[in-house]
């Protein structure tokens, strides 16, 4: 598994990380999880070189965490452990951002609620340290926290060694600059895929230009992407798929010409002895400035075929190739 830098921080983290959203079950993903399942799976991806694990309190109000917890027992110096503030459930400081599975979720980062959230996550991860500390969404009216108090709440938190190096995540470039005019960021996550490349106009250039890391998620569409979702696939109203503001291509008309796109690239796939997943992840990998690919993972299944990413180096030909043809594919149909 090949290591990147976790930008300036020092830490290299592997190209494909570990997302542990679907880990905190609930009915956004259409059913529960295991968490036996998800501890074995979780400690199969460490042995098998994926050290970046990403995690929120929000996946599952703590669920996530703690079974990342579990999960890293005995093998903690192997990991790098990321998770992340600001998404408050708590009462009712911060401002409304929405609801989810009977919850009224805020976004806070006033410094009182980073340091809840702070020790808590220590404790459901069961560390002394957090390497990547991330602002999970940014703050926003009525109750805004300047970014400036909020970078020196998380700068005394790195200072008191709570946290290695913090990152941010879902911000636009102009909060991306004013953070950076505060205190060094490793890194930014946010949304980006071959069919969602809105970050390559001003994000992805800006972090290659200024050394910062990049963690992309939903790089295959929450499964997309890979060609396992067919036609006959329906997921009920109160799943994440369902939401047609986020996920416009799982819109029939839309998922078949996503269907039809992977399927041209058939003999990709043969030539690199690889999946549409495994292909689909090599060139988000390969893109400029991007430099860490979150992968959601369920099971051993879906690991090793996340894996075959990691082996494989496409062509610039057939890079290009790619993307001549997403981009052919112009935008999603808004039904």
């Not at 459901?124 to 970078?151: F, R, S």
């Not at 690991?303 to 082996?311: C, Q, S, V």
Request: charged share 25%; aromatic share 8%.
């Amino acid at each position: 598994m090949e290591n990147r830098p976790l930008g300036e921080s020092g830490i290299e983290a592997s190209v494909v990380g570990f997302g542990t959203w679907v880990l905190g079950g609930g009915t956004v993903w259409g059913n529960d999880t295991n968490d036996r399942e998800s501890i074995y799976t979780l400690q199969a991806a460490i042995d098998e070189g994926i050290n970046l694990i990403d995690t929120a309190p929000a996946y599952g109000w703590g669920r996530s965490e703690k079974v990342v917890g579990e999960a890293i027992k005995g093998r903690r110096d192997r990991v790098i452990v990321a998770t992340k503030c600001g998404l408050w459930t708590d009462d009712e400081r911060g401002s409304f951002f929405t609801e989810m599975a009977g919850r009224i979720m805020r976004r806070s980062l006033r410094p009182d609620t980073i340091q809840i959230e702070i020790d808590r996550s220590l404790r459901n991860l069961g560390v002394d340290c957090i390497d990547l500390y991330q602002t999970h969404w940014p703050a926003c009216p009525p109750d805004k926290t300047p970014i400036a108090e909020t970078m020196e709440c998380l700068l005394k938190l790195k200072e008191q060694g709570k946290i290695r190096a913090i990152g941010v995540c879902n911000v636009t470039l102009d909060e991306l600059k004013e953070h950076c005019a505060c205190g060094p960021i490793a890194s930014d996550q946010f949304r980006y895929s071959m069919l969602y490349r809105d970050p390559e106009r001003d994000i992805l250039p800006f972090c290659q230009a200024n050394r910062i890391a990049t963690l992309t998620y939903m790089s295959l569409e929450q499964g997309l992407l890979t060609g396992k979702v067919g036609m006959d696939r329906v997921f009920k109203p109160d799943e994440f798929r369902s939401n047609a503001d986020w996920n416009t291509w799982f819109l029939l008309p839309n998922r078949k010409r996503v269907l039809d796109l992977l399927a041209g690239w058939r003999d990709l796939a043969d030539k690199y002895h690889a999946s549409f997943a495994q292909l689909v992840i090599s060139w988000t990998a390969a893109q400029a400035g991007a430099t860490h690919v979150l992968c959601g993972i369920r099971n051993v299944a879906q690991l090793r075929d996340n894996l075959g990413a990691a082996r494989i180096k496409l062509d610039p030909a057939d890079l290009a190739r790619m993307r001549r043809d997403v981009v052919a594919l112009g935008e999603p149909a808004r039904l």
